[in-house]
T-cell receptor, first 112, second 111 residues
Framework: DAGVIQSPRHEVTEMGQEVTLRCKPISGHDYLFWYRQTMMRGLELLIYFNNNVPIDDSGMPEDRFSAKMPNASFSTLKIQPSEPRDSAVYFC??????????FGPGTRLTVT | AQRVTQPEKLLSVFKGAPVELKCNYSYSGSPELFWYVQYSRQRLQLLLRHISRESIKGFTADLNKGETSFHLKKPFAQEEDSAMYYCALSGGDSSASKIIFGSGTRLSIRP
């Protein structure tokens, strides 16, 4: 298994543009998590899904952020419109239980 | 409120010296505590969890409920231990809880 797959690995975009980050979890895992990592705030949970259903989105910073999981093998995190303060590394993780999560390599987003 | 505090953003020690990465938590019930590690150019991965009571790569961590701490320790640091370390907490209820991560400590081992 290739593990959790994220794309793109790097994204540079201009303020105001729409950004879509993609994640393919490990097959068979029924939890999927989206995190944001910054120097100032460390690792923050944005949203997580269980069996494709969003369970807790209290970490989503504002309405500009949205996440979907249309099936067990794919999830997206969308930012529209993007702002410079959204610049961060975004991680996707999946797991069989909440405890041991397997992380993807991350997407480094830069908004200019 | 659930909270994980790692007071040190950066910890630098010499090779062979003891290491202690501090972690304190706030939780009203019986939490599960974890340490995750991110080596340079690698993915964030689970290092150890308190229920396993294991020693992984020479690291141990003991849950102290009285002090609400879960400090990570290693008696003799090695250069390959240089990484970012995150302490994390979950509610211990396998049907619910998310994991709350601390802000992380960057450990740098000097030769």
């Amino acid at each position: 298994d290739a593990g959790v797959i994220q794309s793109p690995r790097h994204e540079v975009t201009e303020m105001g543009q729409e950004v879509t980050l993609r994640c393919k979890p490990i097959s068979g895992h029924d939890y999927l998590f989206w995190y944001r990592q910054t120097m100032m705030r460390g690792l923050e949970l944005l949203i997580y899904f269980n069996n494709n259903v969003p369970i807790d989105d209290s970490g989503m910073p504002e309405d500009r952020f949205s996440a979907k999981m249309p099936n067990a093998s794919f999830s997206t995190l969308k930012i529209q419109p993007s702002e410079p303060r959204d610049s961060a590394v975004y991680f996707c993780a999946s797991s069989l239980s909440v405890a041991e999560q397997y992380f993807g390599p991350g997407t480094r987003l830069t908004v200019t | 409120a659930q909270r994980v505090t790692q007071p040190e953003k950066l910890l630098s020690v010499f090779k062979g010296a003891p290491v202690e990465l501090k972690c304190n938590y706030s939780y009203s019930g019986s939490p599960e505590l974890f340490w995750y590690v991110q080596y340079s150019r690698q993915r964030l991965q689970l290092l150890l969890r308190h229920i396993s009571r294991e020693s992984i790569k020479g690291f141990t961590a003991d849950l102290n409920k009285g002090e609400t701490s879960f400090h990570l320790k290693k008696p003799f640091a090695q250069e390959e231990d240089s990484a970012m370390y995150y302490c994390a907490l979950s509610g211990g209820d396998s049907s619910a809880s998310k994991i709350i991560f601390g802000s992380g400590t960057r450990l740098s081992i000097r030769p």
